[in-house]
């Protein structure tokens, strides 16, 4: 179930043949660059900011052409130039300063004059002040920035007290209080791809573990046993391959090295996502599903357990749980559950999940109490 990247050469080809087909317009729709705006850009002015369609392009067009507006503010305003803003439900652009003898210049390049008190420069030295605060910054304190509609630096946090700690002594902070602490959204669940940078393999994230601090993805061992770096189907890298056994069994680790990702205890299903809660084994004729990067979630019964499954080449791998759920090539690694407990990793199995299948498909996993007890991992759960 492991796949294989397209020739570069090919895939090139076939995008740039796609894009031709799409892209080409008749002149009378290129002649104006507003007929060609993102039709969902037009529809968020008009439903958050009360715009007419006719507002609503003419706002677009400011926008386009603020970046010259500004830059030529910032240089004849020096610093008395406070920030600029698009005030919601407004179509002009509005640039604040401290000189009140700007505010014709402003009218002239064409933006809304705005008397402050505090300049750009002041605000960029508190940020600067709170930055070099950030090694001892309490968790409540979700972030800082300039705000030059409030001619202020705002300190978010979900406990307004911490932000006052966190800012004392410096002028010009607003305090401003959220609901939740922001997560990244380069997140790992169950079922995402994953390529391998040395040779273009494809496979699937199955759980998320840990070893003290270090972080690892589970996934399959013939998947591992390529070695090198892998990478998300987006580029990022993820780490190398930090443990791997195939054939006899099919599990292997990669470590999750790069600070971009964040680790989950959630699989991808079809509607949604499911938070795993703890390791189970569910008995033949049990319903399981498993999730992956080519056919996403699938579901089916546990036929058997304990199976010894001869790939051919002399790759046989003992120990594995034969479905009913399909799945295909690039879906090797990811993840089997039942309810919200974890059950294994996708190793291999027939058929497919395409129309003209032929037979009842069958897959195979591996499971995941025997990768955990052999690499002493933790799996990650909620």
């Not at 050469?9 to 087909?21: C, D, M, N, R, Y």
């Not at 573990?209 to 998947?223: D, E, F, L, N």
């Not at 591992?224 to 006899?248: H, L, Q």
């Not at 999940?353 to 069958?362: K, M």
Request: proline share 4%.
């Amino acid at each position: 179930m492991l796949a294989r990247s397209l020739p570069r050469a090919l895939g090139a080809t076939a995008f740039t043949l796609l894009l031709g087909a799409v892209l080409v317009l008749p002149a009378s729709a290129t002649s104006d660059p507003l007929d060609q705006v993102s039709v969902a850009q037009l529809e968020t002015l008009m439903s958050t900011e009360g715009l007419s369609v006719t507002a609503a392009k003419q706002r677009l067009a400011n926008e386009t052409a603020a970046a010259d507006i500004v830059t030529t503010l910032r240089a004849a305003l020096g610093g008395s130039y406070a920030g600029e803003w698009f005030a919601p439900g407004s179509t002009d652009l509005t640039v604040a300063t401290t000189d009140p003898a700007a505010a014709q210049r402003i009218r002239a390049a064409g933006a809304l004059p705005q008397l402050v008190s505090l300049n750009l420069l002041t605000l960029n030295r508190v940020v600067a002040v709170l930055d070099s605060r950030a090694s001892s910054v309490p968790d409540a304190v979700t972030g800082w920035h300039v705000d030059p509609t409030s001619n202020s630096v705002v300190v978010s946090a979900t406990d307004p007290a911490a932000a006052e700690t966190f800012a004392a002594g410096l002028e010009g902070v607003r305090i401003e209080q959220v609901d939740a602490h922001p997560v990244q959204f380069a997140d790992l669940y169950g079922g995402d791809g994953i390529d391998a940078t040395n040779d273009g393999s494809r496979c699937s994230i199955g759980f998320n573990a840990t070893s003290g601090s270090v972080r690892y993805i589970i996934t399959a061992g013939h998947c591992t046993k390529v070695g090198g770096t892998w990478k998300a189907a987006d580029g990022t890298e993820i780490g190398p391959v930090a443990r791997s056994s195939f054939p006899t069994n099919d599990f292997g680790l990669i470590e999750v090295t790069s600070p971009s990702w964040q680790q989950t205890s959630s699989v991808k299903t079809s509607n949604g996502r499911v938070t795993v809660t703890g390791v189970g084994q569910t008995p033949v004729g049990g319903s399981i599903c498993r999730s992956g990067a080519t056919t996403g979630y699938r579901c089916g019964t546990v036929e058997a357990q304990n199976e010894s499954v001869n790939y051919g080449n002399g790759d046989v791998v003992h120990g594995l749980t034969r479905t009913s759920a399909c799945a295909q090539a690039g879906d090797s690694g990811g993840p089997f559950i039942s309810g919200s407990l974890a059950q294994g990793t996708l190793s291999g199995g027939t058929g497919g999940c395409g129309l003209n299948l032929i037979g009842s498909p069958a897959t195979y996993f591996q499971p995941i109490a025997e990768v955990l007890s052999t690499y002493n991992v933790t799996l990650l759960t909620g």
